[in-house]
Protein backbone atom coordinates (compact mmCIF):
# COMPACT_ATOMS: atom_id res chain seq x y z
CA UNK A 1 0.00 0.00 0.00
CA UNK A 2 1.43 3.39 -0.78
CA UNK A 3 1.99 5.90 1.58
CA UNK A 4 0.20 8.77 0.50
CA UNK A 5 1.63 11.30 3.26
CA UNK A 6 5.22 10.00 2.11
CA UNK A 7 4.74 10.91 -0.93
CA UNK A 8 2.94 14.02 -1.01
CA UNK A 9 5.76 15.16 1.42
CA UNK A 10 8.49 13.63 -1.14
CA UNK A 11 6.16 15.51 -4.10
CA UNK A 12 6.61 18.84 -2.58
CA UNK A 13 10.57 18.41 -2.37
CA UNK A 14 10.69 19.05 -5.66
CA UNK A 15 7.46 20.98 -7.10
CA UNK A 16 4.78 23.30 -5.26
CA UNK A 17 1.42 21.44 -6.41
CA UNK A 18 -1.44 24.25 -6.78
CA UNK A 19 -3.94 22.38 -6.13
CA UNK A 20 -4.56 18.79 -4.53
CA UNK A 21 -2.49 15.98 -6.37
CA UNK A 22 -4.97 13.31 -7.36
CA UNK A 23 -4.81 9.67 -8.00
CA UNK A 24 -5.50 9.39 -11.97
CA UNK A 25 -4.87 5.44 -12.82
CA UNK A 26 -3.75 2.24 -10.34
CA UNK A 27 -2.62 -0.87 -11.86
CA UNK A 28 -0.59 -3.58 -10.54
CA UNK A 29 2.79 -2.51 -12.15
CA UNK A 30 2.13 1.51 -11.04
CA UNK A 31 -0.13 4.18 -9.31
CA UNK A 32 0.51 7.41 -11.47
CA UNK A 33 -0.76 10.96 -9.91
CA UNK A 34 -1.49 13.78 -11.34
CA UNK A 35 0.82 16.99 -9.67
CA UNK A 36 -0.79 20.39 -10.72
CA UNK A 37 1.60 22.89 -11.15
CA UNK A 38 1.62 26.40 -11.94
CA UNK A 39 0.79 26.38 -15.57
CA UNK A 40 0.35 22.40 -16.29
CA UNK A 41 1.08 19.45 -14.56
CA UNK A 42 3.84 17.06 -13.08
CA UNK A 43 3.26 13.20 -12.95
CA UNK A 44 4.05 11.40 -10.57
CA UNK A 45 4.52 7.73 -10.83
CA UNK A 46 4.97 4.62 -8.05
CA UNK A 47 6.23 1.68 -9.82
CA UNK A 48 5.10 -1.60 -8.97
CA UNK A 49 8.19 -4.77 -8.30
CA UNK A 50 7.92 -5.41 -12.08
CA UNK A 51 8.53 -1.78 -13.20
CA UNK A 52 11.06 -1.09 -10.35
CA UNK A 53 13.61 -0.56 -12.89
CA UNK A 54 12.03 2.31 -14.17
CA UNK A 55 12.89 5.28 -12.31
CA UNK A 56 16.67 4.75 -13.10
CA UNK A 57 15.98 3.62 -16.80
CA UNK A 58 13.90 6.75 -17.37
CA UNK A 59 16.90 9.44 -16.00
CA UNK A 60 19.18 7.22 -18.25
CA UNK A 61 16.98 7.54 -21.25
CA UNK A 62 16.52 11.40 -20.48
CA UNK A 63 20.11 11.81 -20.17
CA UNK A 64 20.55 10.85 -23.55
CA UNK A 65 16.80 11.56 -25.54
CA UNK A 66 15.96 15.01 -24.26
CA UNK A 67 13.89 15.28 -27.05
CA UNK A 68 12.64 12.03 -26.98
CA UNK A 69 11.70 11.10 -23.29
CA UNK A 70 9.30 12.93 -20.47
CA UNK A 71 11.47 15.08 -18.61
CA UNK A 72 12.73 13.88 -15.49
CA UNK A 73 11.97 16.46 -12.39
CA UNK A 74 13.11 13.98 -9.52
CA UNK A 75 13.42 9.88 -8.92
CA UNK A 76 13.86 7.89 -5.84
CA UNK A 77 15.39 4.15 -7.05
CA UNK A 78 15.24 2.39 -3.54
CA UNK A 79 11.45 3.26 -4.18
CA UNK A 80 10.74 2.96 -7.36
CA UNK A 81 9.26 6.43 -7.20
CA UNK A 82 9.61 9.11 -10.36
CA UNK A 83 8.43 12.79 -11.01
CA UNK A 84 8.10 13.71 -14.48
CA UNK A 85 7.41 17.20 -16.32
CA UNK A 86 4.22 17.09 -18.57
CA UNK A 87 5.03 15.65 -21.68
CA UNK A 88 2.22 16.94 -23.82
CA UNK A 89 -0.84 14.78 -25.17
CA UNK A 90 -0.64 10.87 -25.27
CA UNK A 91 -0.84 9.48 -27.87
CA UNK A 92 -3.80 7.45 -27.29
CA UNK A 93 -6.03 10.93 -27.01
CA UNK A 94 -4.73 11.43 -30.53
CA UNK A 95 -7.22 8.34 -31.46
CA UNK A 96 -6.45 5.73 -33.94
CA UNK A 97 -4.64 8.33 -36.40
CA UNK A 98 -1.27 7.26 -38.12
CA UNK A 99 -0.31 10.30 -38.70
CA UNK A 100 0.78 10.54 -34.96
CA UNK A 101 2.83 7.04 -35.39
CA UNK A 102 4.41 8.42 -38.47
CA UNK A 103 6.05 10.98 -36.77
CA UNK A 104 6.48 9.36 -33.55
CA UNK A 105 7.63 5.09 -34.37
CA UNK A 106 11.16 6.77 -36.71
CA UNK A 107 11.94 8.93 -33.23
CA UNK A 108 11.41 6.12 -31.24
CA UNK A 109 13.20 3.22 -33.67
CA UNK A 110 16.10 5.83 -33.33
CA UNK A 111 16.18 5.94 -29.65
CA UNK A 112 15.89 2.19 -29.76
CA UNK A 113 19.00 1.91 -31.76
CA UNK A 114 21.43 4.39 -29.72
CA UNK A 115 20.11 2.51 -26.87
CA UNK A 116 21.81 -0.74 -28.25
CA UNK A 117 25.11 -0.16 -26.93
CA UNK A 118 23.58 0.21 -23.83
CA UNK A 119 21.30 -2.81 -23.46
CA UNK A 120 23.95 -4.61 -20.78
CA UNK A 121 23.75 -1.75 -18.29
CA UNK A 122 20.10 -1.79 -18.55
CA UNK A 123 19.97 -5.12 -18.08
CA UNK A 124 22.16 -5.45 -15.36
CA UNK A 125 19.73 -3.06 -13.53
CA UNK A 126 16.77 -4.55 -13.42
CA UNK A 127 15.28 -3.85 -17.57
CA UNK A 128 13.93 -7.10 -18.74
CA UNK A 129 16.15 -8.93 -21.15
CA UNK A 130 13.73 -9.86 -24.09
CA UNK A 131 15.91 -10.35 -27.38
CA UNK A 132 13.77 -10.84 -30.77
CA UNK A 133 15.12 -14.36 -30.82
CA UNK A 134 12.54 -15.14 -27.55
CA UNK A 135 9.77 -13.05 -29.81
CA UNK A 136 7.77 -16.04 -31.12
CA UNK A 137 7.84 -18.12 -28.20
CA UNK A 138 6.39 -15.34 -26.27
CA UNK A 139 3.68 -14.54 -28.69
CA UNK A 140 2.80 -18.34 -28.36
CA UNK A 141 2.63 -17.94 -24.70
CA UNK A 142 0.12 -14.87 -25.02
CA UNK A 143 -2.45 -16.47 -26.92
CA UNK A 144 -2.31 -18.99 -24.87
CA UNK A 145 -3.41 -17.26 -21.72
CA UNK A 146 -6.47 -16.70 -20.54
CA UNK A 147 -7.00 -13.01 -22.02
CA UNK A 148 -9.75 -10.38 -21.05
CA UNK A 149 -11.29 -10.79 -24.81
CA UNK A 150 -11.77 -13.46 -27.16
CA UNK A 151 -8.77 -13.10 -29.66
CA UNK A 152 -9.36 -14.16 -33.57
CA UNK A 153 -7.85 -17.51 -34.44
CA UNK A 154 -4.37 -16.81 -34.77
CA UNK A 155 -4.69 -16.42 -38.61
CA UNK A 156 -6.47 -13.30 -38.38
CA UNK A 157 -3.63 -11.87 -36.12
CA UNK A 158 -1.86 -11.55 -39.46
CA UNK A 159 0.44 -14.28 -38.71
CA UNK A 160 0.86 -18.15 -37.31
CA UNK A 161 2.94 -18.40 -35.04
CA UNK A 162 5.67 -20.69 -37.36
CA UNK A 163 5.42 -17.69 -40.11
CA UNK A 164 6.18 -15.35 -37.24
CA UNK A 165 8.77 -17.33 -35.63
CA UNK A 166 10.39 -17.53 -39.80
CA UNK A 167 10.16 -13.72 -39.68
CA UNK A 168 11.64 -13.42 -36.19
CA UNK A 169 15.02 -15.02 -37.23
CA UNK A 170 14.67 -13.13 -40.51
CA UNK A 171 14.75 -9.98 -38.62
CA UNK A 172 17.82 -11.66 -36.25
CA UNK A 173 19.89 -12.09 -39.28
CA UNK A 174 19.37 -8.56 -40.86
CA UNK A 175 19.60 -6.30 -38.03
Known amino acids: MLDRDAVERWIHGFVQPTAPIEVTRVRPWATVMRVP ?11 GPVQAFEPRLSVELFARWRDRVGEVLAYDTPRAWLLLAD ?4 LRELGNRPEAWR ?3 PLYAELQRGEASH ?22 NLLDRDLRFAPPPPSRWGHEPPALADHVLHLARTS
Request: net charge negative; glycine share 8%; aromatic share 8%.
Open 103 to 105: DVL
Open 119 to 140: ANDHIAHGVPSLPISTLPERYC
Open 37 to 47: VAGEAAWFKAC
Open 87 to 90: AGVA
